[in-house]
Every structure is written in C-alpha cells, then in structure tokens.
C-alpha cells in the first residue's frame, strides 16, 4: 500500500518504518527541513532503539522516502497519517493547530480518494474537526472528492516504541465508514496474523480510549507515588506493599513502581488535556486533579530529602545526577524530573555534575548555559567530590555499579535513589547514607 506518514516525531518515524518493514511503499513528511535533511543523508533524529536499522534496511530497499514537499506527500499515500504533535496549550487543552494544519494540507491538494488516519493523541471531537476542515478546504476550490477519517490512536511507549510498534497488544481503530475500515483492515492484518488484536469501535470513543489509557496508567503511578510517602512515615516499605498487591491479578505488577514521578511527552499533557475535556463537558474529573497534583509534587520529593539532609541553603554543596531522560531508553527530556530536580539544586546555589547514557545533546538544548551546571559523558568521572549522588533515571547501567569506587570518588557517601534501584539494608551495609522512595 502507499502510505503517508505526516510528521518524523516518535510516532511517525517510527510508524513510517514499521508500516514499511510490512513492505508498504511510504513517503514521510515534515516541517522541519533539519530533520529530514538528517533522514535524507541516513541519520535518524531521535534515539530509539533497533529504529535505526529498519530504517536504514527500509531506505536502501527503496520503500521509505523522507520529503518537506507537501504536493508530492499528499499525491503519494492512499493512507495519510497525521502524527504530528498535540502540546498542551496555555488552558491545559490539547492544542490542534499542527493536527488541523495537516488536515488543511491534505485538504489543499487531494485529487483522489484518501484515507485521513489520526494517529496523534487528540481529545473527543477532532476527528470532526479534521472531516470539516478537509471538506472547507475541497468546498472552497469546487472539488467534490471522497475521503473517510478514521482515529487510530498510539500506544508505544519510547524506548521500545518498535517493539511495541511491531508487536501491539491492540489496535484501536475507531471508524465510521466501510472503506476506511477496509483500509485499516487490510494495513494492520500483517501485525495480527496470530490473534485478532483490532479493537474496532466508533471514532469518539477510539479518541477517548487514548486518553484513558494514558490517564489510568498515570493514576496507578500516583497512587503508588502518595503510598510510598505515607509508607516512609509509618516505617513501612512500598517495594514489599508493591509486590504484595502486584500478585493479585485484578491488579497487576505492571506500572506500580514509586519513584520521583512520571514525565514524558504524553501523561502529564494527556492527563491535562483530560482534565480541561471535562470541564468543558460539564464534568469535573476529580481524581485527575489529584493525580496531576501528586505528580507535580513527586517531582519535587528528592529536593525536599536533599534539604532536609544538607539544609535549605545549599551554597558551596556540590551533587552527583545520574539520569537526564524522562525514562531509559530514550533521549527524550520532555517534562523529566530531572529538569525539576536540577533547577532547585541550581537555584538553592548548589553545583550540579550530570550524566545520561544517551541524552547529552539534548540536556545542552534543554539547559544551555545554566550555570552551575556541567554535563560530563562518563558515569563515573560525574561523581567525584560530589556531596551525593542522585539517581534519577531507572537506566539498567545504574542498577550494579561499583560501590566501593562509588564511595571513594564521592566526598561524602551519601546516594538519593529516586527509582528504588538500591537495597537499603545493602548500601547501609556498605556505609552508605540511602534515602530511597518510600522505603
Ligand atoms: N511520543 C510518544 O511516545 C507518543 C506515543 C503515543 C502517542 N503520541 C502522540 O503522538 C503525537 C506525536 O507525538 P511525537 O512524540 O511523535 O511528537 P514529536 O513532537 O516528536 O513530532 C511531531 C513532528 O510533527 C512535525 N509537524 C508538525 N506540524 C506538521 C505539519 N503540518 N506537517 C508535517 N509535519 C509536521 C514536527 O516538525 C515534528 O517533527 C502526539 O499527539 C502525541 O501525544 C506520542
Ligand atoms: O511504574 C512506573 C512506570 C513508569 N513510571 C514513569 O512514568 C513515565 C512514563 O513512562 P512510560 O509509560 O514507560 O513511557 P511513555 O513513553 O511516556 O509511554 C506512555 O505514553 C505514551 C504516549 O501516549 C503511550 O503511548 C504509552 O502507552 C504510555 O506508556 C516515566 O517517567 C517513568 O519513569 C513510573 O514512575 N512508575
């Protein structure tokens, strides 16, 4: 099939690549000429992993094309993807402008039949709204052409999103017209060839699926978060609480770590975006604010133990930051505690040596010229005279690390461990000062 994928993000890359690893002709667009002149001379703009292999397989076998040109994007595919981004606006609301200007795009220069699939996280409605504004766009230069819009909303999570790509759990197609559901049929039945995974319903309620699977996972993660603070007062330990409810199957082990909150690109934006499309519906979603709140406040929990540890002012103090990343895997920034974390150290007059395993480059984007703040590429050089070390990022390489070098390159052997990844009764027994989340 001949497919358009609108927007090289993490989704639409990665969409892109996987349809045509299927052996689908596909033609990629975007905005930004830097990231398709990457593309274009062999690079891939984004860390994920195996992603660049289908890549460079996919282009040298002459299925996958990147372009910025609009006309030769929308004459290619059949299938057009929108995977374009949905920031939060000021209100918290999803913000459509990029979704809707794809729409208009493809609106603009159709002359055939097209299938307009939604693949970008966007609230109840918007399929609507990208039917209108196609239909605007046709109208305004006389051309009576068919189309259907189907939402066919994405669950990869970054850092396994080709896995996750390759080997969905379901497919969410949300359709209302008997070609577009052929269509999607026919694209998806090489992912599923074993078990039916197309979970086929109407649009509105493919959109709002999206949103709350997003918001579930959110909450389960905020509620762990809110039991390991009561479970640090009551002397208890949230890692033995997890293990002893993961059992019970209504439950699940899954999405139950406590740690120094959630971040990333999709559930502090989506919980947002659910929160304001229940008001605007008349319906206030309490348990999301409170979800959001706790998160807000869980990214701030390893400032307030470093605090109470060194005091308040913390001139002249100097720490170790092992984990840039929102979460492993990835080099992804994108509402990481570790930008909450590393602004109060700043501003409270502290020194800050960071490190992540992939996410350098866009730390110096993030950051700039922060000063105070050196990002330094060895795991190990970060540490030295550092006053702690504080783990922010759950990276399998800080799992086991060398203890007894640990404890000689820091000035004092003092560890924060905001994902849990040390036994407490292990790093004491090595003469470590441990202050983990909830144990
Ligand atoms: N990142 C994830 O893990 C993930 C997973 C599932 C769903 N989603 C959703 O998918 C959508 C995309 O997310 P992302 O993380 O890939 O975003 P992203 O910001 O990484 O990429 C979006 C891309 O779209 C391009 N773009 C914007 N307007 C365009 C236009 N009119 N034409 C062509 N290209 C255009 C941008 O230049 C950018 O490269 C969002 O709605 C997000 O919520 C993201
Ligand atoms: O038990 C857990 C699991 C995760 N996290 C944190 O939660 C955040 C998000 O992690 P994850 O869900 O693995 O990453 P994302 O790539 O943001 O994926 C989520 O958001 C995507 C975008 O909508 C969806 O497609 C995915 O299904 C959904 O998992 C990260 O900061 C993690 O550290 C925890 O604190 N505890």
Not at 22 to 36: A, R, S, T, Y
Request: glycine share 8%.
């Amino acid at each position: 099939m001949k497919i358009t994928v609108v927007g090289t993000g993490y989704v639409g890359l990665v969409t892109g690549a996987c349809l045509a690893e299927m052996g689908n002709d596909v033609l990629c667009l975007d905005v930004n000429p830097e990231k398709i002149r990457v593309l274009q001379e062999g690079g891939v703009p984004i860390h994920e992993p195996g992603l660049d292999k289908i890549i460079a397989s996919n282009v040298a076998a002459g299925r996958l094309h990147f372009t910025t040109d609009i006309d030769q994007a929308v004459a290619f595919g059949t299938a057009q993807f929108i995977a374009v981004g949905t920031p939060p606006d000021e209100d918290g609301s999803a913000d459509l402008q990029y979704v809707l200007e794809a729409a208009k795009n493809i609106g603009r220069r159709m002359n055939e039949y097209k299938v307009v699939i939604d693949k970008s996280t966007v609230p109840v409605g918007t399929a609507d709204k990208v039917r209108a504004a196609i239909a605007e766009e046709l109208s305004a230069r006389c051309a009576v052409i068919d189309y259907s819009v189907v939402s066919n909303p994405e669950f990869l999570k970054e850092g396994s999103a080709v896995d996750d790509f390759m080997k969905p759990d379901r497919i969410v197609v949300g359709a209302d017209d008997e070609r577009g559901i052929t269509l999607m049929k026919a694209l998806y039945a090489p992912f599923q060839r074993n078990h039916d995974k197309l979970v086929l319903m109407d649009v509105r309620s493919a959109e709002l699926t999206k949103y709350a699977a997003n918001a579930m996972l959110a909450t389960r993660i905020s509620f762990m978060n809110e039991l390991a603070l009561l479970a640090e007062k009551l002397g208890a330990d949230i890692e033995l609480v997890r293990r002893g409810i993961g059992s019970d199957p209504r439950i699940g082990y899954h999405f139950l770590y406590a740690g120094c909150g959630y971040g990333g690109s999709c559930f502090p934006k989506d919980v947002k975006a659910l929160i304001r499309s229940g008001e605007e519906a008349g319906q206030t979603l309490r348990v999301l604010q409170s979800v959001e709140e706790a998160n807000d406040a869980q990214k701030r929990v390893l400032t307030e133990k470093i605090c109470k540890r060194f005091g308040e002012d913390l001139k002249g103090r100097h720490f170790a930051v092992w984990g840039l990343a929102f979460k492993p895997n990835t080099d992804d920034m994108r509402e990481a505690t570790s930008r909450v974390l590393i602004g109060d150290l700043l501003a409270r007059g502290a020194t800050v040596a960071a490190y992540d395993p992939v996410a350098h480059e866009e730390a110096h984007r993030v950051f700039g010229d922060a000063q105070g703040l050196e990002l330094i590429r060895s795991q190990t050089d970060v540490l030295r005279k550092a006053d702690a070390l504080i783990v922010v990022t759950e990276w399998k390489e800080f799992r086991c690390p060398d203890f007894v070098e640990l404890k000689q390159l820091l000035r004092t052997p003092v560890v924060f461990d905001g994902r849990n990844l040390y036994e407490p009764s292990e790093l004491r027994a090595l003469g470590f000062e441990h202050y983990p989340i909830g144990r």
